[in-house]
């Protein structure tokens, strides 16, 4: 969620690179850097803390130049310091990067370059960035070579920008995954490179949008575009309203869909400071535990309404199979109801994504006179359940305009499962050699949601088949029957069809009735340690006459050759199959009610946050 900006023209770069930080300052950050390039050398001014604050600093010092890059950071590798904002800088300040995103290798890639030489002067992921960039262009390459050839060596989903003294007057910036987007603004003798539609529009509405695996060039006279062999590409320049709501949308039609796309970005967010991974380990310091305190607990309960309910279900499996503490998920307008049995050892999670639900209020007061121990997951700082818990995990997601929850429900459940896996290691339950697995595994999670969110075609053709249907099922087992809910829920909300989840092994005792070819099955069938259980029950539905769309684990020819549609996640460990789970059901959702011509930002009779019981 961090934000990039990027300059090249007559003015001079640096009020044109802190007035765009200013407009990128809702998106939230810990610290800002700026770079501009000149004859003598890279200039450069970053601090932690404000915009504010580097405004001040750039005054006090002569950083001239007419080409330059900012950023503003949300610390994922390394604490919140000078030395770690962005931009990074080579060791002769002949280059300068700033990135959006995680390098999942960058351990690796580190141990190459100080072998070779190379002084690393902070404690990120995105130094080796600039360091094997300016390998490369010692090596002769130029500016956007070097790009290409790193670019092909880091992995994880990014967003990178860069600059070098040694190629002056340019600016050249890739995307890969959708990790953060890049959007390109032509404009009359400069160009612009950002992160956000928002920041270019004071100079220009002539806009292209980068895809994955996409590289800009930015000249004061032109902007060109290259894939990552070198290729030429054609962008099509795009003409876009200069309205508040029109630029936060930037290329796409609904903020829904915006909202999906944007989970990459969500998730890294949600990790930043909160793994170490250096050492593979989680850390929540928000939460202040002690390991004696965490031992005494006797149960979890977790509460929620809505979305944030089925993010509480996943949440409870989590703390329960991770942890090995009892846990469970509880309707939080029900709660307070049935004199629930819970105490000073007995720890409360309230999940609430605007921290207003009245319900979810109510409940957390219940547990309250109740002494027992509470934990908000939220993400609006400040509001009232943050008010009423001991302490509150941020999921970090950015604003959601969409009324149909989807980047808050991923963010839920990584929040959920970091808190699962740090219990689990205060309660001895975790050894190191799985913290680490799990550190590594959730830092892949962007990088695979990435690939997830970039498929589109596939869902259209399928919604043009259910958005005939009167009815929908769906079906999940363990950790992924929340989401089968969550699913079926987003079906309704959006696109007003009858949508039922169920979990899988409650088949016989009911759900069996409602099988025909009128009511298409949504089975959830990714390989884990219940797939042989999930094949029976397609073969089940099959066998009583039912069509079957299964969500699979990309590369399964059994169960596709069975099914009559499929959908697919990548190969991913169980821990975090459920976020990647989530994606296909979002997607399929928001395709149905565009079909139907509904507009799934303003669903009839729903509203973002139910105040009111």
């Not at 995954?177 to 539609?197: E, I, R, T």
């Not at 967010?269 to 006797?298: H, M, N």
């Not at 009911?510 to 797939?531: K, Q």
Request: proline residues 4%; charged residues 25%.
């Amino acid at each position: 969620m961090c934000g990039i900006i990027a300059y090249t023209g007559r003015q001079q770069a640096a009020p044109i690179l802190i007035e765009a930080l200013k407009t990128l300052e809702y998106r939230g950050y810990d610290s800002a850097g700026i770079a501009v390039a000149a004859e003598k050398g890279m200039n450069t001014a970053k601090v932690a803390g404000r915009v504010e604050a580097l405004a001040s600093s750039v005054k006090k010092r002569d950083v001239r130049g007419t080409t330059g890059i900012g950023h503003t950071r949300w610390a994922t590798h390394g604490g919140v310091t000078d030395r770690n904002a962005h931009p990074h800088v080579s060791t002769d300040g002949s280059m300068a990067i700033v990135h959006n995103g995680i390098v999942e290798n960058y351990l690796e890639l580190k141990a190459g370059l100080v072998a070779r030489g190379y002084r690393f002067a902070s404690d990120t992921d995105s130094e080796v960035i600039v360091h094997m960039m300016d390998g490369f262009m010692k090596d002769g390459d130029n500016l956007e070579t070097a790009l290409r050839k790193t670019a092909r060596m880091i992995r994880g989903a990014a967003a990178i920008v860069a600059l070098a003294t040694d190629d002056p007057g340019k600016v050249v910036g890739l995307r890969l995954g959708n990790a953060g987007g890049l959007v390109c603004g032509f404009g009359d003798g400069q160009n612009l490179l950002a992160s956000d539609l928002l920041a270019l529009l004071p100079h220009t509405n002539r806009v292209a949008y980068l895809e994955s695996g996409e590289v800009a060039i930015a000249t004061r006279t032109g902007l060109s575009f290259i894939d990552l062999e070198g290729r030429a590409v054609n962008k099509q320049e795009i003409v876009v309203e200069r309205t508040r709501e029109a630029a936060a949308r930037g290329k796409f039609p609904h903020f829904m869909a915006k909202e999906i796309a944007e989970q990459p970005q969500a998730a890294t967010a949600c990790l930043r400071q909160r793994i170490d991974f250096e050492r593979g380990r989680i850390e929540l310091p928000e939460l202040k535990l002690t390991a004696g305190e965490v031992r005494k607990l006797r149960q979890v309960v977790l509460i929620g309404m809505g979305t944030s309910l089925h993010a509480a279900m996943a949440g409870a499996h989590a703390i329960e199979a991770i942890a090995r503490i009892p846990a469970r998920a509880e309707n939080a307008s029900e709660f307070r109801y049935r004199e629930p049995v819970i105490g000073p050892e007995t720890l409360v999670v309230a999940v609430t994504q605007s921290g207003e639900t009245a319900d979810t209020l109510a409940a957390m007061d219940e547990a309250r006179r109740r002494s027992a121990r509470q934990f908000a997951v939220t993400e609006v700082d400040g509001s009232q359940a943050t008010r009423i818990a001991d302490a509150t995990l941020l999921l970090r997601a950015g604003q959601e305009i969409g009324v149909a929850s989807t980047k808050t429900m991923t963010c839920s459940m990584v929040v959920l499962t970091l808190l699962a896996l740090y219990l689990g290691r205060l309660r001895g339950e975790l050894a190191p050699d799985r913290e680490r697995a799990a550190v590594e595994q959730l830092a892949a999670l962007p990088r695979l949601l990435s690939a997830m969110t970039e498929l589109e075609d596939g869902y259209r053709t399928l919604a043009e088949r259910i958005k005939s249907t009167d009815h929908l099922l769906y079906l999940g087992r363990g950790p992924l029957f929340p989401l089968a809910l969550e699913g079926a829920l987003k079906m309704k909300e959006i696109a007003y069809i009858h949508a039922e989840g169920y979990p899988a092994g409650e088949m016989k005792h009911g759900f069996i009735a409602l099988i025909s070819d009128r009511v298409p099955t949504i089975v959830l069938a990714p390989r884990n340690g219940l797939y042989e259980k999930m094949l029976s029950n397609v073969n089940e539905v099959k066998a009583r006459g039912g069509e079957v769309i299964a969500i699979l684990t990309e590369g399964d020819e059994g169960i596709a050759k069975i099914v009559d549609h499929a959908l697919y996640v990548p190969d991913a460990p169980e821990l975090i199959q459920p976020m990647l789970s989530l994606v296909p059901m979002q997607l399929l959702a928001y395709h149905v009610a565009v079909g139907l011509n509904r507009d799934p930002d303003k669903p009839r009779n729903l509203a973002k946050t139910v105040t009111v019981e």
